[in-house]
C-alpha cells in the first residue's frame, strides 16, 4: 500500500458516500451560501497537502453533527515554495476546495478577517513559524499539521510565541489517535516496558531526515512510551533508519523507518500484562476530532512538552547519524535548540 493509496482512501471513507448522505457536487458548491456560525469559521493556510481537501470534505458535508458545526470557509493557498512535489499539489487542491464552498484569499491576513480558527496546513514546515505569528497574534487557536518546524529551534520559539500572547496551539501526526494506540496509552497492557514501532521514513533534503515522514512513527513512539527519553542511537542505510532510544527508567523504545517495501504503519508495546499490536492506520477522522474539540475546549490533547521531545528525539537522530551511530544526548540537543530559540524570540516579539 502506498502512501498516495492512503491518503486517498481517507479522502473515499470521509466523503460524501461513505457517509451515505448522497450529496451532490451542486449541494457542496452551495455550502459557500450557508450562514456558519461565529466562532465556527475554519480557516486553512496552504494548499499543499492531501490532509487540506480530507478535512475540508469532512466538515463542509452537510449533517455531520461529530464536528460541532465547524466549517472550512476560506483558504489561504500558498504552502511550499520550493518542494517541487508539494507546490505542483497547490492548483488542483485550491480547485478542490472552491468546490466545497471554500473562498480561496490571497493572503494570510485577509484569511484571519474572515476565520475564528485556523488549520494551519504547509507541507512544508520551514514557513511554519513565519505563517503561525500573524495566527497567533491575531490570537486565533491554531493546529500545526507536522512537521511543526523544520527545526527544534523553531519549533520551540512557535511555542514560545504562542506562550506570550496566551494561544492554545497544538501538533501532532494522525497516528498518536489510531485507537489501538490510545488504548495502550490508557493503560490497556498495564505499564508499557517497551516498544518497537514502524513507519514510512520518505526523506526531504529541505528538512532533518525524521521530520518529513518519519514523524509519524516516532509520534506513535511517543504516544505509546511517554516522555522521558536520555539518549539514542541511529542506524542508516539507503532504504532503512533504525533509532534506539534509551529512556530515564531503563526503558527501550525504538523507531524503525522504512523507504522500499510496504508503505504500512504500526508496532508492538511491550506491557507488564500483556503484548499489544498497534494499528491498523485508521485514516485522519480521529485526528480530526481532536482537533475541532481543541477548537471548541482551547485545551490541547498534546502538551508542549512531549512535542518538543519528539522533536529533539529527531534532530538527535540526525546527530547520530553525522556521527556513524554514535550516541547522542537529547539533553543537549534540547540546550543548544533553546539557545537558538531565545535569540529567534527576541528578535520576533
Known amino acids: 500500500m502506498s502512501i498516495a493509496y492512503d491518503r486517498r482512501k481517507f479522502i473515499k471513507n470521509a466523503s460524501l458516500t461513505s457517509l451515505g448522505l448522497g450529496l451532490s457536487m451542486s449541494s457542496l458548491s452551495a455550502l459557500g451560501n450557508n450562514k456558519i456560525d461565529k466562532g465556527k469559521r475554519v480557516g486553512i493556510i496552504g494548499l499543499d497537502t492531501s490532509h487540506a481537501v480530507a478535512f475540508t470534505e469532512t466538515l463542509n458535508t452537510e449533517g455531520t453533527n461529530a464536528f460541532f458545526g465547524y466549517k472550512v470557509v476560506a483558504a489561504y493557498p500558498k504552502g511550499s515554495l520550493d518542494i517541487e512535489s508539494s507546490v505542483e499539489r497547490i492548483p488542483k487542491y485550491t480547485e478542490d476546495v472552491k468546490k466545497m464552498g471554500v473562498e480561496i484569499v490571497n493572503s494570510i491576513s485577509d484569511l484571519l478577517k ?3 480558527v485556523v488549520l494551519l496546513e504547509t507541507n512544508d514546515g520551514r514557513r511554519h513559524l513565519e505563517q503561525a505569528i500573524p495566527v497567533i497574534k491575531a490570537r486565533k487557536r491554531v493546529f ?32 498518536r489517535f489510531m485507537s489501538s494506540a490510545q488504548e495502550v496509552a490508557r493503560g490497556k497492557i498495564g505499564k508499557v516496558l517497551g516498544a518497537d514501532v514502524y513507519s514510512p521514513c520518505a526523506i526531504e533534503q529541505t528538512h532533518p531526515d525524521f521530520f518529513w515522514y518519519g514523524i509519524h512513527g516516532v509520534e506513535l513512539l511517543y504516544t505509546i512510551m511517554g516522555i522521558g527519553c536520555q539518549e ?15 529512556w530515564d527508567d531503563g526503558r527501550i523504545g525504538t523507531f524503525r523507518g522504512t523507504r522500499t517495501g510496504v508503505h504500512t504503519y504500526g ?13 491498523p492506520f485508521e485514516g485522519y477522522e480521529p485526528l480530526l476530532k481532536e482537533i475541532i474539540q481543541f477548537f471548541e475546549t ?10 518538543l ?11 547520530s547519524r553525522l556521527i556513524e551511530g554514535g550516541k547522542v544526548s537529547l539533553e543537549e540537543i534540547q540546550k543548544r535548540a533553546q539557545e537558538e530559540a531565545y535569540q529567534k524570540l527576541t528578535n520576533l516579539i
Do not use: C, Q, W
Open 267 to 279: 508496532g508492538t508495546a511491550y506491557g507488564e500484562n500483556k503484548d499489544s499490536v498497534l494499528g
Open 309 to 319: 521531545e519528539i522533536y529533539a528525539f529527531m534532530e538527535a537522530a540526525d546527530e
Open 114 to 116: 474572515k476565520v475564528d
Open 144 to 175: 500545526i499539521d507536522k512537521p511543526i518546524a523544520a527545526s527544534l529551534a523553531d519549533a520551540i520559539t512557535i511555542f514560545n510565541i504562542a506562550k506570550h500572547f496566551d494561544v492554545p496551539i497544538f501538533s501532532s501526526s494522525s497516528l
Open 298 to 307: 482551547g485545551i490541547p490533547p498534546v502538551k508542549a512538552e512531549d512535542t
Open 232 to 246: 539514542l542511537v541511529r542506524i542508516h542505510t539507503d532504504d532503512t533508519d533504525v533509532a534506539v532510544g534509551t
